[in-house]
């Protein structure tokens, strides 16, 4: 994660969102929200003054409904047929009263002394009620200081199963000061809810109701909801402000509330409303200034793409190019025709490098020489003590032996002379470094009688491969000299050559004692003893030429193991000639 941000590039992106896209959605965001505020505080406000004009008219229907049915009570004709028991004018009254208010669903009247119930529904005039308390469990009590009291209540006296407000006044006898009558107005709540209620919906989704002084609904869009507790807003309950809005929270959308308190019958006319519901328009607006703001930002993004690209380009190819100087390829300049701060630091980049590309071929060239030379000089040298060790071991078979043996011993220097002093060739075939290292095994084989082995596991493919000359049989010499022992039994030493990963890679593996990690240190800073070597090549030598021809990812290594032998491990490039036998080397 820290590497991210050392990019320029990088650096460069933030800058860009810092400086536009930021700002921009930040910007967009805070009026975004401002815009929603205010649309919700107007649509309270709005709605408020709604709840309180309804209201009012709610407060004068009832006062009306009230005033009416007091004016009712005290017509003369009503009273003497209460007095005569004339249930059929009682009836009529009844009616008639209750088709002059349109309002009024229907209205009773409850004579205490008969018992009795009479209607202003036609064919339902009379039923009869044993007492008041009989009546009170039907219709609420009437309030005992004579004023407007309204009820909400479905009406099971006369099978009328909707929702109904009662209004009740008493009627009195003057002379004997007792109640001769209750009449009840029934004011329909349906009526009430699409006259009154209903006008209050702005939308779909929103809804009107109308609560009771305990928070009981009383009228709403579905009847089914009428007599349920509202408890949509608990803090409702504890609230006694005549009016409020706020927002509240039902299972995790948003809903604005707001509400009125009536003066009269303390009913309170409530309005919620989904906040996504008021704020579709800002919706809209958000999405065209959305919309704005990815266009400004794309126009921005192209500019600063540009100038950014502009900057980061020719830094890219610096870097990339000093990577590559730094793996060695100082061959390597960048073109460019700026005149700027950045044009400079390339021109000074490809100065530096031309300079450093003619020391290194420099350097190069002259220990490429010095290498060449110490080969020519060391394969112009055959050591005098192997020399004499092999030729006086031909003269002792010679004298016990046939003459067999002896010719197939010296067919055998010969061909070891021809390879290493006579070829001048810099790179040959797997196949004929496996025939130097066998004629080589051969005379050691007679030298010590037969002690050891060696065997040959080659790929098919492999054979053909070049590789620079005199490669393997310093390894097999260094087995004889300080791996194996050859006083032991079935001393072997193995080669084995394959490609894997576009390289060739050959192994040579003895079982013997093993190697220390201080002999190796020794093998390979030069110090063993050349002196009794075929060739006097030492193992550093096959490592740094190898090194030198293709570079340090090539080369040899020793794996130790002192318990399992001594085991060394060449890796090389895919070398082959063509048709005209130049070198290609696949790197």
């Known amino acids: 994660m820290v590497n991210i941000f050392k990019s320029i590039r990088t650096k460069l992106v933030l800058g860009c969102l810092c400086l536009s896209v930021i700002p921009i959605f930040l910007i967009t965001g805070m009026l975004y929200l401002r815009s929603v505020t205010i649309i919700e505080q107007n649509t309270a406000n709005s709605m408020m003054l709604n709840l309180e004009r309804h209201s009012e008219k709610a407060d004068e229907l009832f006062m009306n409904t ?25 009836q009529k009254m009844l009616h008639q009263h209750a088709v002059v208010d349109t309002f009024l669903d229907s209205v009773y009247l409850f004579l ?11 064919g339902r005039e009379v039923k009869y009620i044993e007492d008041l308390d009989a009546l009170g469990k039907t219709i609420p009590k009437v309030n005992q200081n004579n004023w407007i009291e309204t009820f909400e209540y479905q009406d099971n006296l006369f099978h009328h199963k909707d929702y109904h407000f009662a209004i009740k006044k008493k009627i009195y006898d003057p002379d004997k000061e007792e109640v001769v009558g209750i009449v009840i107005a029934n004011v329909d709540e349906r009526k009430i809810y699409f006259n009154l209620l209903h006008d209050l919906k702005r939308h779909n989704n929103d809804n009107i109701f109308l609560l009771n002084s305990k928070n009981m609904i009383v009228s709403t869009k579905f009847k089914n909801e009428i007599g349920r507790a509202f408890t949509l807003d608990k803090s409702m309950t504890a609230n006694y402000s005549a009016k409020d809005a706020h927002m509240i929270n039902i299972k995790g959308e948003k809903y604005l509330i707001v509400y009125h308190v009536s003066g009269l019958t303390k009913y309170k006319m409530v309005y919620m409303v989904p906040q996504k519901v008021i704020v579709s328009d800002v919706e809209d607006i958000k999405y065209v200034a959305l919309g704005l703001s990815i266009i400004v930002l794309l126009a ?28 060695g390829n100082f061959d390597i300049q960048i073109p460019s025709a700026r005149n700027d701060e950045l044009g400079v630091l390339i021109k000074g ?19 490429y020489q010095k290498k060449e030379a110490e080969l020519k000089a060391l394969q112009s040298q055959i050591t005098p003590h192997f020399l004499y060790n092999t030729l006086n071991s031909i003269r002792c078979v010679a004298i016990l032996q046939n003459a067999k043996t002896v010719s197939s011993m010296l067919g ?8 290493t002093v006579g070829n001048k060739h810099v790179y040959i075939t797997l196949e004929e470094e496996i025939q130097q290292v066998d004629h080589y095994v051969k005379l050691q084989q007679f030298r010590y009688n037969d002690a050891f082995s060696v065997t040959y596991d080659l790929e098919d493919n492999v054979k053909q491969y070049k590789l620079p000359k005199l490669i393997l049989q310093p390894l097999v010499e260094n087995s004889l000299q300080h791996g194996l022992d050859l006083r032991g039994k079935e001393a072997h030493i193995g080669i084995q050559a394959f490609e894997k990963d576009g390289k060739l890679v050959i192994y040579v593996v003895d079982n013997g004692r093993g190697i220390t990690v201080e002999t190796v240190e020794k093998i390979f800073n030069g110090e063993m003893d050349k002196t009794r070597k075929f060739s006097g090549i030492g193992i550093n030598n ?24 001594t085991k060394a491990m060449i890796k090389l490039p895919i070398i082959m000639s063509d048709e005209k036998g130049s070198v290609m080397i696949n790197d």
Request: net charge negative.
């Open 300 to 327: 921005v993004g192209v500019l600063w793409y540009m100038l950014t690209m502009d900057i980061y380009r020719p830094i890219s190819k610096m870097e990339s190019h000093m990577k590559a100087v730094g793996q």
């Open 112 to 122: 205490p002394k008969e018992g009795k119930l009479v209607s202003s529904m036609d």
């Open 349 to 367: 980049f490809n100065s530096m490098t031309s300079k450093l590309n003619h020391l290194f071929n420099e350097v190069y060239r002259s220990k």
């Open 542 to 565: 096959v490592d740094e030429r190898i090194k030198l021809y293709f570079g340090d990812e090539y080369g040899l290594t020793y794996l130790l193991d002192e318990k399992s032998g």
């Open 66 to 90: 009230y005033y009416d049915l007091v004016n009712f009570t005290f017509n003369h004709t009503l009273r003497e047929a209460i007095s005569e028991g004339d249930h059929t004018t009682l």
């Open 412 to 419: 055998s220097l010969i061909e070891l002379l021809q390879g």
